[in-house]
């Protein structure tokens, strides 16, 4: 894994959660749905069945959502630590405001009073120093990437 790979991570983690939480909210209006709508005809109507279903999807699906945000906080940590490590405050500074705050390239160029090449040329030599936490590169099911 490279050291922007190691990086990015936040974001794409992000990316998922901000998903998951889209099709959480889907999941509480369907549960909500069934649970207002009229009784269906026939001997056993099948309304509470379909309920607890909505239910158990909506249970699965927020447990899935707390995992990843479980996992972004650790890869967060880990990424604010390797940033930390950089020592140019330059450097550190392009990272974070990269990596932590999600910033644009022209965003970054314009806080920090320089062009834009400037602003590729210190995030590339900070990659350099940036070095990733040992524990950071073991993921998901212990699987080494």
Known sequence: MTAKEFLMQGWQIESRID???EEL???RERAE????????????????????????????AEARVNREIVEL??????IAEAIGGVQIIRQRCVLEMRYRNYMTWERIADVMECDL??????HGRALTHVRIPRAAIVCHGGEVV
């Open 25 to 27: 909210e889907r999941l």
């Open 73 to 78: 906080c650790r890869i967060k940590a880990d």
């Open 33 to 60: 749905a069934v649970r207002t709508s009229t009784p269906k005809q026939g001997p056993r109507g099948g309304r509470r069945k379909d309920w607890t279903d909505a239910v158990a999807a909506l249970a699965d």
């Open 117 to 122: 090449r400037t602003v590729y040329r210190i």
């Open 19 to 21: 998903k998951r939480a």
